[in-house]
């Protein structure tokens, strides 16, 4: 992704808002922009990496259509679908994407599919804005810039519920790691603690969502 000229950040988001699962005030972390140098590579929002996986030795079964690689670290990814880590479609998500939505999935075998982007969208009036900062996004109803396809594509992921970190297998792609934490207070998956790769997470929202939750009525 190219990195834009600087912007005005629209810090205000609606709790209700399907792409906006948190709260306004979890919004006050202002992130570096997502930068892509196209439209399939993405940067972690933090190191600026590109995404890059590399394994030593690899060894590969396949069991039940469904192949698994590991290294010598001990660290397994599985491809296919429904497969922890792979692509998943959010069912039932706002046809405009702007930030961090996680949505039941049946599909996955973890019965969940997140999409992690807690960056603030940019502002916008038009399309051209937007696709000045990732090709094929456009500028909402909403005057803010939905996250690209290629985006989407590369981080809309299937996962798990989880209690630490250490029940977050490696993703493919991840650059940054994996967190067990609560990606919203609202829904059916409201505090539910789920495997959120770092690249786009924010460690400030995260925290203050792991405070709230431990609230007995956060979650109604």
Request: overall charge negative; aromatic content about 2%.
């Amino acid at each position: 992704m190219r990195s834009p000229p600087p912007r005005p950040l629209l810090l205000a988001f609606a709790l209700t808002a399907a792409a906006c699962p948190l709260p306004p005030d979890f919004v006050g972390e202002t992130l570096p922009e997502r930068t892509s140098s196209d439209s399939a590579s993405v940067t972690g929002p933090e190191t600026g990496m590109s995404v890059t996986t590399v394994a030593q030795d690899p060894t590969t079964t396949t069991t039940g259509g469904t192949t698994a690689t590991s290294d010598e670290t001990g660290a397994s990814t599985t491809a296919g679908a429904g497969a922890y880590g792979s692509f998943c479609e959010l069912v039932g998500a706002e046809p405009d994407l702007q930030r961090t939505v996680i949505v039941p999935q049946p599909a996955c075998d973890g019965g969940i599919c997140l999409l992690v982007s807690d960056g603030a969208p940019l502002a916008c009036m038009t399309d051209v804005e937007c696709a000045d900062e990732a090709e094929g996004s456009v500028c909402a109803g909403n005057g803010l810039c939905n996250l690209s396809p290629a985006f989407i594509e590369a981080n809309a992921r299937c996962t798990r519920a989880c209690e630490t970190d250490d029940d977050c297998p490696a993703v493919p792609g991840c650059a940054d790691g994996l967190r067990c934490a609560p990606i919203t207070l609202t829904g059916d998956l409201c505090c539910q603690r789920v495997c959120a790769c770092k690249d786009h997470l924010s460690a400030v929202q995260a925290n203050e969502a792991e405070v709230l939750c431990t609230q007995p009525r956060t979650c109604g």
